[in-house]
């Protein structure tokens, strides 16, 4: 029975820490722009790290830090790195109105 029951707790374990996640996770998200929002969440595998090292007591090693510099580094690149030129959104816009796209007369009654 006492398998049962750790199963039981590592269930509700698991459901209370990523509701818990995802109530944090909703609750900033309208606060970031969405490229800051997507490569955060590159990140998650930094904290799973972090995590193991300081709830469970893994060894910090070398593979984990230079993995996290890794990530890090790329995270920093998106976020501060040089914008990138937008294109016209009129134009895209009208190309992807569907009143404006040209149907083939083949397909036409």
Known sequence: ES???AIGYA???GALTSGLGYTL???VLPKLHTSVAAVCQLSVPIWAGLGGVLLVGEALEYPLL????IILGGILLVIF???????????????????????????TL
């Open 3 to 5: 398998s049962s029951q």
């Open 25 to 27: 996770w909703y609750h």
């Open 11 to 13: 269930i509700a374990s």
């Open 81 to 107: 790195g040089r914008p990138r030129i937008r294109a016209n959104t009129n134009s895209a816009r009208e190309l992807a109105s569907p009143s404006r796209r040209a149907i083939p007369k083949s397909l």
């Open 66 to 69: 230079i993995s996290a510099g």
